[in-house]
């Protein structure tokens, strides 16, 4: 035995009564956290943002019930539809009661719905609905956030007719598929879509209906206790087909989702970019 081998016997601290079994040691290849770091990070911020588009949406359609019809829930049907949507998002009663109060503010302006159509990368396209009080404001800031992003504003329906308008209930992951399945077929729903992240991983189930049968799929899903994603729930426009691009394209898109999201005005953006939602 060569001298060093001789050294690196004598340094073993255990007793010589102990087994001396091999030890195995597995060597994995180095990993990089960059790439997935960030679209971990991207998912989470996009998810924050849709959240806080669902309360900042719901509030705005207070204050234009308050303003169509008054305070009195008993009198204002439209008013309290909207309250049950606030109580389906868990939206909380300070968000709630501010709104409220700020229909009754005679500067505030009521709202007005708009959508937006857009051109993103690759042959994809976006629409882009809005509830603004200030239609110039929100047609400038739509208009310069697909602009830095790359993309292009398009003809009214020129993007629209590759949409379908949906009732969407979003059911998580943590849902068995033939439990989604069976519920869901019961509720009157007319599609199961199972729904993956941008690491092919399912995140849900998008259950699609008819629109008038929303609500009634709504209650059939909640009723059965299963677990929804408020903030990806609601009225929605589907693509009838998804457009697969390459991953310039595709980060091009993402950068166009993440800048309409942060329009104030902007509720709720649809692609038919495949992954990106």
């Known amino acids: 035995m060569s001298g060093w081998g001789r050294n690196l016997i004598k340094l073993r601290t255990w007793p010589r009564t102990r087994s001396t079994q091999a030890r195995h040691f597995k060597i994995m290849p180095p990993v990089c956290m960059g790439r997935r770091s960030s679209k971990i990070a991207t998912r989470k911020t996009s998810q924050d943002a849709?959240?806080?588009?669902?309360?900042?949406?719901?509030?705005?359609l207070i204050v234009q019930a308050v303003k169509a019809g008054g305070t009195d829930v008993v009198g204002n049907p439209r008013l309290k539809e909207v309250l049950k949507q606030a109580q389906q998002a868990s939206i909380p009663k300070d968000i709630i009661e501010r709104n409220v109060k700020r229909a009754s503010d005679k500067s505030q302006a009521d709202f007005q719905e708009v959508t937006y159509e857009a051109y993103g990368a690759g042959?994809?396209?976006?629409?882009?609905?809005?509830?603004?009080?200030?239609?110039?404001r929100s047609a400038s800031e739509v208009r310069a956030a697909v602009m830095k992003?790359?993309?292009k504003m398009a003809d009214p329906g020129s993007v629209l007719f590759n949409?379908?308008?949906?009732g969407q209930v979003f059911v998580s992951s943590e849902a068995s598929e033939d439990q989604v399945f069976e519920v869901a077929t019961d509720a009157g729903?007319?599609?199961?879509?199972?729904?993956?992240?941008e690491d092919d991983h399912l995140e849900g189930y998008k259950v699609l209906t008819d629109l008038?049968?929303?609500a009634e799929l709504y209650r059939g899903l909640q009723v059965a206790?299963?677990?929804?994603?408020?903030?990806?729930?609601?009225l929605v426009y589907s693509p009838l087909s998804s457009v697969e691009c390459d991953d310039q394209a595709y980060d091009q898109n993402e950068q166009m989702l993440e800048r309409l999201l942060a329009v104030?005005?902007?509720d709720d953006v649809h692609t038919n970019c495949a992954g990106l939602r």
């Open 149 to 151: 992003a790359g993309g």
């Open 212 to 214: 008038t049968n929303y």
């Open 123 to 136: 042959g994809t396209g976006f629409i882009l609905e809005c509830l603004t009080d200030n239609l110039n």
């Open 225 to 234: 206790a299963l677990p929804l994603v408020e903030d990806r729930s609601g």
């Open 50 to 60: 849709r959240k806080a588009k669902l309360y900042g949406k719901i509030g705005k």
């Open 189 to 197: 729903a007319d599609d199961i879509v199972p729904a993956n992240d």
């Open 163 to 166: 949409f379908q308008r949906q």
């Open 264 to 266: 104030d005005d902007v």
